[in-house]
């Protein structure tokens, strides 16, 4: 069988780019498979950054296509499994393949330039949506599919990876340090945390981890007002981190902090909450527990008061961590084993399984 894994944009080291690099690795077993961009890609930096093994996968750089890709909708169609992720229902780039499923990282955005026909068209040359939670799902039923299925295929994470070590007074939150649609409200933390610094919590910390450009001058901005902001705190910074240094971030820390979509109309932009959350299931599988937002698709990840809890407000997010710091680790024990074990729904195991019997499915029908 022959695979393409197709991404629209310039890979960086982001959820949707672990997905599809995963879906590479674990698709390598039904037949040789094409990693496709529009840009060239070292796939060994990626096998580092995300522990993944792409020994024969091919990297393909296809930069993108005019006349949305008229030629590609007009030659032949060169896979007979084709897997392209992407943001909008008008998708970039047309299916390759025999059979073909346009992955959606986020609820997609309403693309006004693509004419409604047109993006209809280039939809249908795909047989399914899969949808990285129930919540893209909903939203891509209601922007509509042009009659495809939609089916959840939840993203991969490496939950053996992340271990509980002995647990330290740090509260963690991993996110891109960035500004824009879908930013990680760390403003929002600091703030939270100094409150909870005044009023006399005491040996605790707050550590923020994260991915940052310096080639991209408002994201320059954004982090420098980070550190101004957190200036007298005790806050950590780890900017570009490493896995090892995520790995013993997450074994450490005793909770976990969660807060993208805060203050979002959520039916004007349903992008700008989050979709999944997998650092959410990294900080649950190594014991943390999470205190995270009821929003976006977060509710499919934390069993309020089983697995972690979920606040509403900025008041009640400084009281969750007031009483969960101030309680013995005898109280919080079981609900770390329990955070623990419910990460592994969503065990890479599990994705590379679901991707290849859709794989199978599609193609033996």
């Known amino acids: 069988m022959r695979i393409g894994?197709?991404?629209?944009?310039?890979?960086?080291?982001?959820?949707?780019e672990r997905y599809l690099l995963t879906a590479s690795e674990a698709l390598r077993s039904l037949g040789e498979v094409d990693f496709i961009a529009p840009t060239a890609v070292d796939l060994g930096r990626f096998e580092e950054a995300f522990a993944v093994d792409l020994e024969g996968v091919r990297a393909v750089n296809r930069p993108r296509r005019?006349?949305?890709?008229?030629?590609?909708?007009?030659?032949?169609?060169?896979?007979?499994?084709?897997?392209a992720l992407d943001n909008h229902l008008a998708p970039a780039?047309?299916?390759?393949?025999?059979?073909?499923?346009l992955h959606l990282q986020t609820p997609p955005y309403p693309d006004p330039?693509?004419?409604?026909?047109?993006?209809?068209?280039?939809?249908?040359?795909?047989?399914?949506?899969?949808?990285?939670?129930?919540?893209?799902?909903?939203?891509?039923?209601?922007?509509?599919?042009a009659g495809l299925p939609a089916r959840v295929l939840y993203p991969p994470v490496d939950v053996d990876l992340y271990r509980a070590t002995d647990k330290r007074p740090i509260i963690l939150s991993v996110g891109r340090f960035f500004t824009g649609r879908h930013e990680k409200k760390h403003p929002l933390m600091i703030r939270c945390f100094g409150e909870l610094v005044e009023a006399g919590m005491e040996g605790w910390e707050l550590h923020l981890a994260g991915?940052?450009?310096?080639?991209?001058?408002?994201?320059?901005?954004?982090?420098?007002?980070?550190?101004?902001?957190?200036?007298?705190?005790?806050?950590?910074?780890?900017?570009n981190a490493d896995l090892g240094a995520l790995r013993r971030l997450y074994g450490d820390a005793s909770l976990y902090w969660h807060a993208t979509g805060y203050g979002v109309d959520e039916e004007a932009h349903p992008q700008y909450l989050e979709h999944f959350g997998m650092s959410v299931v990294e900080a649950m599988a190594a014991g943390a527990i999470p205190i995270v937002i009821r929003r976006g698709g977060l509710p499919e990840i934390v069993s309020d008061g089983e697995t972690g809890f979920f606040w509403e407000d900025a008041a009640e997010l400084v009281r969750r961590t007031r009483e969960l710091a101030a309680a013995p680790e005898t109280a919080l024990a079981a609900m770390r084993r329990r955070a623990s074990q419910s990460a592994q729904r969503f065990s890479k195991q599990r994705f590379a399984e679901e991707v290849r019997a859709l794989a199978r499915e599609l193609t033996e029908c």
């Open 93 to 101: 780039q047309v299916s390759l393949g025999r059979r073909g499923v």
């Open 5 to 16: 894994v197709h991404i629209y944009f310039r890979p960086g080291f982001g959820g949707g």
């Open 113 to 145: 330039v693509n004419h409604p026909l047109r993006s209809r068209m280039k939809l249908r040359t795909y047989d399914l949506v899969a949808c990285n939670s129930e919540y893209t799902r909903r939203w891509a039923l209601r922007y509509g599919t």
């Open 211 to 239: 991915s940052h450009r310096d080639d991209i001058s408002d994201d320059v901005t954004y982090l420098a007002d980070l550190r101004r902001a957190a200036e007298g705190l005790p806050v950590r910074f780890h900017v």
């Open 66 to 83: 005019r006349l949305h890709g008229l030629r590609d909708w007009l030659g032949q169609r060169p896979y007979d499994f084709f897997f």
